[in-house]
C-alpha cells in the first residue's frame, strides 16, 4: 500500500482535518449502535496525543444539501464526547469565525453534517476548497465513505499537500488487500444478497481471484433460469439472464465451480406466519418463493467452509430481514465464527447478522463499510482511497527532481538516501520539494527508506501496456505496486537513443494518469532546431502530441529539458529558459484553462548546478529543476534542494 499512513507525518502543533465516517442509526436523538464512532477512536486519540488539533468532518444520513435538523450531528458530538473523555467543540456553521485562525493544541472538534452543504456531493470546488483550509493535513479515516468521489472525501485533497489514511482505513485496505492479492488458499467467496445486478462486478472479478465459489440468497433463481430450471415466483432479474451465462461461462472456463443452492426454504408470500416448505431439490414449484437455503444447502455450504482457509463473505443467504428466513445466513455465521479459515465480511445486513449472532470477535474482519468494500471485491480503486495519493502542485515551494539515469547501485542510493534524510532533519526546512528517480534495480530500497519522509521516488520510464508478452519492460501498475509516485516520461534520451515518438509518449501518459500515477513529463528542442529558429514549434508539437487526448493534468509536472543543455555544461540562461517556460504555461492555459495552467509546475533541466540553481529558480515560471550530472553527489543535490 502506498498511501502514506498516519504514523508517517509529524503531527505536532499541526492542524488535522479528518474526514470520519460517523453515520450512525439514530432514533429519537439517540445514537442505537455507535460501531462507527468507536471505530474512529484510535485515529482520534493517536491524533490529539501526537500533539494536533483535529476537525473531524462526517455526513448522516441522506439530507439533500438541506439544514435538516433530524439529520443533525448532535448526538454524535455529545456520543464522541463520552468516549474520549474529552470536551468536544461542535461547529455548526463553516464561516464561524472560530474556523479562521488556527485551533489550540489538543482541541477536538466535529463539524456539523457536511452534507448539510450542496456542494458535499456535488464535489464542488467552493466547498472543497474551504474545507482545504481546515488544516494542513488531511486525513481519511471514512472507509465506509471512500467509494464517493465528495468534496470531503476526494475534492478537498487537491488542497492538502500532506495527506494521510486513518487507522481504521488503513486496517480496511489491509484485509481486502490481504485476501485479494495473497490469500492463504483454498479462497472461497460466499456471495449473498437479493440481485446479481448489484453484484455482477464483484462477481466477475472474483472469479480471478478465488478456488470456489457459492452464491446463494435472491441471486440462484436468475442463474437457474439461464439454466433452465423451475424457480417459481422466486426473485429473478430477467435482463440478466444473459448475464448470468456469461458467468456461468467464464466460471467454466476458470475451472471454478460455483455452489448453488441443492434445497430452499420455501413459502408462497415474504410474510411471517404463512406455511413454510423445504425443498428436496433446486427447483421452486410454482406458486412459491425461495427465501432460504435449506438443510441440504447448509451441510454443503459447512464442507466447503471448513475446508477453506480464506473466506469472503458479502450479503445474506436469505431473505434476512423478515424472520425466520434469517435461519440460513445465521447459521452460516456460526459455521465461519467455529471454522479454521480467517474471514474478512462485509455488507450491511452481512454485519448486522454477525452482530447480532455475537460472533464478531470470531471473524478476522468485519468491514464497516457496505458500498466500498463491495467495490473492492470489484477490482475497483476507490476515489477517496486514490486521492490520498494525489500529488498537489504547490507552486511556492520549487520541485528539485533528481534524475540518476543509469548511475547508482542500490547500496548507493540507500546511503545517498540515508544521508539525505539525515541531513533535511537536522535542518531548516529546505524550501523545496524532493523527488528522486533512481534505476529500477535500486527503486525498492529507495522506495523503503524514503517511506515517513517528505522524499518521493520515482520511476524514470514505464511501458503503457499493463502485462503481456514485451519482453524487458515494465508497467505503470507494477511501479504503482512498488510504491513509486512519479514516472519520467519522455525523456530526450528516450526519444533519441530509444527512438521513443510521441505517439508512443502519449501512450504512457494515458497510462500513468489512469494508474492515478503523477508524472514529469519531458521536453525540448536540439541544437539544430534551435539554431533554426524552430524551438516553438518543436516545443508545441511535442505538447500537443504528448498530452493528445488528456483532459486532467492535475498529477503533470512538466519539464522543459533542452537537449543542448543536457550532460553538456552549458545551460540556457535563465531569459531563455524564461521564455520557453512562459510559452509552455501559455499552452497549458489555451488547452486546460487558466486554473489548471496557473497550478501547473514547469521544471527546467540541463546542466543546472548550485551555481547556476538561484538564478533559474527565481524565474518566474520556473518552478523547479530536473538535475542529472549535479544530483549524484550527495552534497551537490543538497545544495540545489537548500538553494534558497
Ligand atoms: P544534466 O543535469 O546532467 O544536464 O541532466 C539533465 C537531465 O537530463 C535531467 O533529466
Redesign the pocket.
Known sequence: MATLSLRDLNLSGRQVFMRVDFNVPIKNGKITDDTRIKAALPSITYILEEGASLILCSHLGRPKGDNNSEFTLKPVAINLQELTGKTVLFVENLDDPILKKPLPQGTLCLLENIRFDKGEEKNYDILSEKLGKLGDIYVNDAFGTAHRAHSSTEGTTRFFSRKAAGFLMEKELLAFSQILSSPSRPLLAIIGGAKISTKIGVLYNLLDKVDSMIIAGGMPFTFFKAMGKEIGNSLCEDDFIEEARKILDKANEKGIKIYFPVDHVISQKLEPGLEIKTTNNENVPEGYIGLDIGPETLKLYAELINSSKTIIWNGPLGAFETKPFDEGTMAICRIIAKAKGICVAGGGDTVSAINQSNLEKAFYHISTGGGASLELLEGKILPGVAALDRYVQDRSMKLIAA?WKMNKSPCEAMEFIDELIKKISETKPSGSDILIFPTYLALKETICKSRGTEISIGAQNAYFKDSGAYTGEISVAMLKEAGCKFILIG?S?RRTVFREDDELINEKIKAVLANGLNLVF?LGETLEERKQNKTFDVILKQFKKGLDEITDIDRLVIAY?PVW???TGVTATPEQAQEVHEYIRDLLLRQFGKEAADRTRILY????TPENVKELMIQKDIDGA?????SLETGKYLRLVFYK
Do not use: F, K, M, R
Open positions: 534524475n525523456h534520451e519531458c529539458e543543455a543536457i550532460g533541466g540541463g546542466s543546472v530536473l538535475v542529472g550530472g549535479a
